[in-house]
């Protein structure tokens, strides 16, 4: 059956509130029993620019946005002339007293397409219900609410948590609410009931981010150290364990730059913690050496990279999946690592918990992929997977690289109960001393790159998801994954097959669709096809066809569903 | 019962230069280990690049030899999962003021408790002879025909404006000298900041035993204060070697960490599968 959605977007200047009305609206939409996922736009400055919250909600699972909205709030002006273009056809436009200019192109498209434009005095009216200027927001809400036809008690209550702690009349922001709620321009013809049936499962459903998920995973996996230097869309990494650390105990530490934090990272690691850090291309740049560094030593390290839209500083605050080579290939001559790529909270938790025990059992460098819109949006998920039991791989040797045919060599943790040794970023011997003996470097370069093939061995193949015998597969990862996987159920001839383990590849079942006579078809959040270039790189098969986005959005599900009509 | 500094020793054959002065630094790493009964195995040393970074497999502790300019932070990351391992970095004036200089700037401000020891030998040795920060205005150096054509930067300067708690200057034909600055470094709980003046016969040819015998001149104590202590960093005539500034009430960066305040246990301790579902009631 079809998993119908109903979208609002909040549209204004950065700095207007945008952020609470498109929170307080998810986690009502959460109470109410009904599923939401919500994707902020936001520009990179603190006042002023175009802002918006989106939040598409659904009876079903849903953890992706569309291109469209249903209902437009905008609370500054400029917000009408950058969104109008995505009302629906019978959409409603809410707006505040001020003069619209319209264009006439503008008012051409709200014609043809019975769009209602409705004028909301919201501050006049927050002030009529003795509530302040700040509240006409509630109003907004309550208005919005209206329209959706559903019972202001949820509303009320994250209302009331929201504001509880901040020192505001709670009972003047409720009024304020109300005030929205029975406002006289509510008219039938403009009702958008959400006529979707609500379920205590989404009710009880987590309402989170993909940044949120990784840190609960790091905290789970015992990650006791977090070394960053702020880069979106990687920061919420850093608030969370902030905000968290009392009740975990993590040390917490911004560095001077992305340099140190890797550094910092690698040796808290090779004492024998655990240490993450988490940062964006810019800044993962710089970590290039140290990534370099603990391939060589056979240092554990792992390295979130978040990644936004662009070269040099691009689109700082919107998504994009450009940085796959980077992770793949960044770094200093050859040496065994692993990259992993996220899609959803539920495996963002797991896969940062494999990212610690795949550094540790291999002694490399692990590089946890993730996009701004997995990072940031608001998911909602009915749990998160069960804890993934740590693995160490810290065993007793005599010989700190002693040649393997795994290639994993014995690590054991530096204390005054253990011998010593030196971890060695020279090239070196089994002992780690330097040396620069040429039948010594093969046989210490072969026994590092053939934990690539050992660690092949164990990860699992891509997820594959819908038609058993699809006409088009289609090949992504991260969250283009999340829109192609919400479209499954509305075209059954369609299947996906998904990437969380990008490095080591495992190829063979894309390769099997290809010869059974499936149309493949790679997806991307980027310019130059990256990941068709890596599985061209491992397997030698070109993907014949490719759908690329790179203007900073997610790919949206209008965005697959254009392809597949076209 | 001091430890004997033979088991601090390697059979591994050095790589330095003839009356380089890496050979009596080591010896005094060696000796205030030994001295304070810090087992090979209860050291952590990092290393970095250059004719310092070297000594990596020259002596026996945990150690790790790193990136150029790097020894610092890969110190510091070493510190905050064991403070029970004695931590030194060392690194030389090149990797230090160059490629790491917000390194030190920041480790010291941080007041990591850590030694830092930096082997000023006023060039990149290893790379034959290019001058550093610390290569005097003028000099002849690999490259520059014509004398390096930038002012000399001064260590002590570098290092007292950013209020360091601990600042000595040892020298490497000294080693007795350097291993009780050393033993004091290593027993302050604190950033400890060595400069040591290191011989280096091959590429400084100019800084010889001679050059430095008429210069040095030993302080029986610390300055009393800061502003006195910078009085007297200078090198332009007499070179001052000792302990030359601490200051004991500066808090270490983990002593401010309010959240780890009375956990007994070090982060190496600690990793473990932790329980997340209260953190969940947050997102319900």
Request: charged residues 15%; without cysteine; proline residues 10%.
């Given at each position: 059956m079809s998993n119908q959605r109903l979208i609002v977007k909040f549209g204004g200047?950065?700095?207007?509130g945008i952020n609470t009305l498109g929170q307080i609206l998810s986690k009502s939409i959460k109470e109410s029993g009904l599923c939401n996922f919500a994707y902020r736009e936001y520009p990179s400055l603190i006042k002023g620019g175009v802002a918006s919250y989106q939040i598409d909600i659904a009876q079903e699972e849903i953890a992706s946005s569309s291109r469209t909205c249903d209902i437009l709030s905008v609370l500054d002006i400029d917000a009408i002339h950058e969104y109008f273009p995505s009302v629906s056809p019978n959409g409603v436009i809410i707006y505040n007293k001020e003069e619209l200019n319209l264009s006439q192109e503008e008012k051409d498209y709200i014609e043809k397409n019975n769009i209602s434009l409705i004028s909301l005095d919201t501050v006049k009216m927050a002030l009529e219900v003795e509530g302040i200027e700040i509240m006409a927001n509630m109003v907004i809400l309550g208005f919005i609410w209206k329209l959706l036809e559903l019972d202001t008690k949820p509303l009320e209550e994250i209302v009331r948590e929201t504001f509880k702690d901040k020192n505001i009349d709670l009972g003047a922001e409720i009024r304020c609410v109300r005030a929205g709620y029975n406002?006289?321009?509510?008219?039938k013809e403009i009702l958008k009931p959400l006529t979707f049936k609500s379920s205590k499962k989404w009710k009880d459903s987590l309402n989170i981010t993909g940044n949120e998920a990784i840190s609960l995973g790091a905290i789970s996996a015992g990650c006791r150290a977090l070394y960053a230097y702020p880069?979106?869309?990687?920061t919420s990494i850093l608030k969370y364990l902030g905000d968290t650390y009392k009740e975990t105990g993590i040390l917490i530490k911004q560095a001077e730059n992305e340099i140190t934090a890797a550094q910092l990272s690698m040796g808290s690691m090779n004492m024998g913690t655990r240490a993450m850090t988490v940062t964006s291309g810019g800044g993962f740049d710089l970590m290039c050496e140290t990534i370099s560094c603990a391939g060589i030593s056979e240092t554990p390290l792992i390295i979130v990279l978040a990644q936004r839209a662009?070269?040099?500083?691009?689109?700082?605050t919107w998504t994009g999946a450009g940085d796959i080579s980077l992770a793949v290939h960044g770094g200093h001559g050859a040496f065994s690592r692993c990259v992993l790529s996220v899609s959803d909270p539920q495996d963002a938790y797991t896969l940062t918990q494999e990212a610690f025990n795949i550094a540790e059992t291999y002694q490399i460098p692990v590089i946890l992929l993730t996009d701004k819109q997995i990072a940031e949006s608001i998911f909602n998920i009915k749990e998160l997977p069960k804890p993934t039991m740590i693995e160490r791989g810290i065993t007793t040797g005599e010989n700190r690289y002693e040649i393997t045919d795994s290639g994993i060599s014995p690590r054991w943790i530096p204390s005054a109960d253990s011998p010593t040794y030196l971890q060695n970023s020279d090239e070196h011997k089994i002992t780690g001393e330097s040396t620069e003996q040429s039948n010594e470097v093969v046989e210490m370069s072969d026994k590092r790159l053939r934990k690539t093939e050992t660690l092949r061995e164990q990860i699992p193949d891509p997820l594959y998801f819908g038609n058993k015998n699809p006409e088009i597969v289609f090949v992504g990862y991260g969250s283009v994954g999340n829109t192609i996987r919400d479209i499954l159920k509305d075209n059954s001839h369609i299947g996906y097959l998904h990437y969380q383990y990008i490095y080591p590849l495992k190829y063979e079942r894309l390769i099997e669709f290809h010869e059974e006579g499936a149309r493949v078809v790679i997806v991307e959040n980027n310019q130059t096809g990256d990941f068709a270039k890596l599985i061209k790189q491992e397997s030698g098969f070109e993907i014949p066809e490719r759908i690329l986005k790179y203007d900073g959005r997610p790919l949206f599900i209008e965005d697959i569903l254009d392809f597949l009509h076209n | 019962m001091p430890i004997p500094i033979t088991q601090y020793n390697k059979e591994v054959k050095p790589t330095w230069c003839m009356g380089c002065g890496n050979y009596a630094i080591h010896i005094a790493i060696k000796k205030a280990l030994g001295e304070l009964e810090i087992t090979p195995n209860q050291a952590f040393v990092t290393f970095d690049i250059g004719c310092s970074g070297n000594g990596a497999d020259k002596i026996n502790v945990n150690a790790f030899k790193g990136l150029h300019g790097r020894s610092i932070p890969l110190a510091i990351g070493s510190h905050l999962a064991n403070r029970k391992m004695t931590v030194l970095a060392t690194i030389g004036d090149g990797g230090c003021l160059h490629e790491g200089l917000d390194h030190l700037i920041h480790a010291i401000r941080s007041n990591y408790n850590i030694t830092i020891l930096i082997h000023n030998n006023q060039n990149f040795a290893l790379t034959t002879g290019q001058a550093t920060a610390t290569t005097p205005e003028g000099k002849k150096m690999y490259g520059l025909p014509d004398g390096r054509p930038e002012r000399e930067m001064s260590i002590g300067e570098i290092v007292f404006s950013s209020k360091p708690s601990f600042f000595a200057r040892g020298y490497s034909g000294d080693p007795l000298q350097l291993t009780e600055i050393l033993k004091e470094a290593i027993l302050h709980k604190g950033c400890s900041v060595i400069e040591i003046m290191q011989i280096c016969p091959t590429y400084n040819k100019e800084s010889s035993l001679e050059w430095f015998a008429q210069r040095i001149e030993k302080l029986d104590k610390p300055l009393s204060t800061i502003n006195k202590a910078k009085e007297i960093i200078s090198m332009h005539e007499k070179i001052k070697t000792g302990i030359i500034y601490t200051d004991k009430s500066i808090p270490t960066f983990y002593d401010r960490l309010e959240n780890r305040k009375g956990l007994g246990t070090e982060l190496v301790d600690e990793v473990k599968q932790y329980d997340i579902s209260k953190l969940l009631e947050d997102f319900k």
């Open positions: 200047e950065s700095g207007q406002s006289e321009q509510i008219k880069m979106t869309p990687a662009g070269a040099g500083t691009g689109l700082p | -």
